[in-house]
T-cell receptor
């Protein structure tokens, strides 16, 4: 069965500092992986996705994530945090076959950015 | 309207009320989803519709009843809810219901059950 673990329910960084949000997955087959962001009072917005092409995936707003099969990880990074990055971030996994595109989400990591 | 819209944005109801949540997608997708988002819990998939047919029902109590009259509209009918049903209900859509295609989410309906 698929599952997603996001380490750290809260992460706080200073403006301009590196952002690192961790995601580990469990899947019986090579998965598709997604990062979504949720701003207050809004729905989820796709940041980036991995679909078995390049292992380093670039997304919107300067975020990127690297798929590491050996570590079953898909950590999200951004070199320099901006105040507008404060939001909740969700990692999700989907299996390529027979899942009707169903996503399994992690519990989310709330990112705070200090001035 | 663009993307995925949901109405109402906020709803307060008593346990004996009957209400409905509405979702509309303007993206030409053919798969739609209902999720429940509670504090400190992962998003829970409730229902999936593909080509207007329900393809998944994740052991959701019968007090939640979905309806998909066409590929653009999705409803969630609510009756005799419990306080623990208070949550943010998110609708999403995707093309083809395929795993590779991302889901597009609406802003959600914040439901409070008194």
């Amino acid at each position: 069965a698929q599952s997603v673990t996001q380490l750290g329910s809260h992460v706080s960084v200073s403006e301009g500092a590196l952002v690192l949000l961790r995601c580990n997955y469990s899947s019986s087959v090579p998965p598709y992986l997604f990062w979504y962001v949720q701003y207050p009072n809004q729905g989820l917005q796709l940041l980036l996705k991995y679909t078995s092409a390049a292992t380093l995936v670039k997304g919107i707003n300067g975020f990127e994530a690297e798929f590491k099969k050996s570590e079953t990880s898909f950590h999200l990074t951004k070199p320099s945090a901006h105040m507008s990055d404060a939001a909740e971030y969700f990692c999700a996994v989907s299996e390529p076959r027979g899942s009707q595109g169903n996503l399994i989400f992690g519990k989310g990591t709330k990112l705070s950015v200090k001035p | 309207e663009t993307g995925v819209t949901q109405t109402p944005r906020h709803l307060v109801m008593g346990m004996t009320n009957k209400k409905s949540l509405k979702c509309e997608q303007h993206l030409g997708h053919n798969a739609m989803y209902w999720y429940k988002q509670s504090a400190k819990k992962p998003l829970e998939l409730m229902f999936v519709y593909s080509l207007e047919e329900r393809v998944e029902n994740n052991s959701v109590p019968s007090r939640f009843s979905p309806e998909c009259p066409n590929s653009s509209h999705l409803f969630l009918h609510l009756h005799t809810l419990q306080p623990e049903d208070s949550a943010l209900y998110l609708c999403a859509s995707s093309q083809g219901g395929l795993a590779v295609n991302e889901q597009f989410f609406g802003p959600g309906t914040r439901l409070t059950v008194l």
